[in-house]
């Protein structure tokens, strides 16, 4: 069934007579359109894009079966209505978590349909990955697995983070990578236990441990994953914590298969944790669906009620962060199998020292 189809059968299913669609990863899935700011109102028969002019070009070659709104010239809430008017739309289904409330005021004020809040159906769908998405999703883990080959010789005493995080996005393009970057981290020493760092003027100090952890987009679907590396020859804690995060990642990734509950995968990070010493420096969130955008369903943590389903792409990234003296991070990017999971990423978990 096309991504189309099926939010066609949810909006019968529930009874709406239409479908506004806002996120911008939402937007691609159902219409293949790749602009920016934009929209897409989709009806049992008609589809539309509401975007403007920067836009309608690619929009009429990206999307030809859709119908093309210039929004900007009468602005939204009129090209919404004329819309409903023409099609005789009752009610529109909206991704509420998306809406700002001064958006759904104006909306509400100039569209006469009812706005019935529907979040995370599309969200729903992109759980499960078909052949052509995994394909790029594939591709885009090899392009930053081949960047990270070809920036270990680069990290060396007195180099800084900026410019080998910049080193590092400039590999993921030459590899091949779409040339739209997303925030990777590179951060080196004590920055390294910041789990979101942002990489900065320090130089890379002998003895340092470097966490970078960095995907690329290929055709729009990203890859993430995180290595640890030791600048110099590591020390006897930095060998004892590393340990413990490489078992912590390989036991959750041997309990990966179809039906699993997501919270059992965080669970399993834990137990290598007690008893250690260090059970109150992990973080209580480690992994996350991934495809259009960096952080989708399932998320591996305590929170999550759904099970792991064949056809999940899947970063499982558990890390042990201590204040003050550095964090040891490692993730790999996973597709859950029928029989257990596909690793997509070929860069190995073993301590490396430069």
Known sequence: MQNIDKLRAYMTEHHLDSYLIQKEPNVRYISTFRGADSALLILPETQYILTDARYTEQAAIEAPDFTIVNWRIIGHEVGLQNIVTAEGIQTIGFEADDLVFAEYQLLNEHVTAEFVPASGVIEGFRQIKNETELSDLRNACEIACRAFRRLLPEIRVGVTEKDLAAQLSSYMVAEG?????????????????????????????????????????????????????????????????????????????????????????????????????????????????????????????????DDLAAGNVITVEPGIYL????????????????????????VPHDLIEL
């Not at 959750?252 to 399993?268: E, F, H, N, Q, T």
């Open 323 to 346: 204040p003050g003296w550095g964090g040891i991070r490692i993730e790999d990017q996973v597709l859950v199998t029928e029989n257990g999971i596909e690793n997509m990423i070929s």
């Open 177 to 305: 990578a779409d040339t739209q970057p997303y925030g990777n981290i590179l951060i080196s020493g004590a920055n390294s236990s910041l789990l979101h760092g942002i990489p900065s003027s320090k130089a890379i100090e002998y003895g340092d441990l470097v966490l970078m952890d960095f995907g690329c987009q290929f055709n729009g679907y990203l890859s993430d994953m995180t290595r640890t590396v030791v600048v110099g020859k590591a020390t006897a804690k930095q060998k004892e914590v590393y340990k413990l995060e490489q078992q912590m990642l390989e036991v959750c990734l041997d309990r990966m298969k179809p039906g699993v509950p997501a919270a059992d995968i965080y669970r399993a990070a834990r137990e290598v944790l007690a008893g250690t010493g260090y059970e109150d420096y992990d973080y209580n969130n480690i992994g996350h669906g991934i495809g259009m955008f960096v952080h989708e369903f399932p998320q591996l943590t305590l929170a999550c009620d």
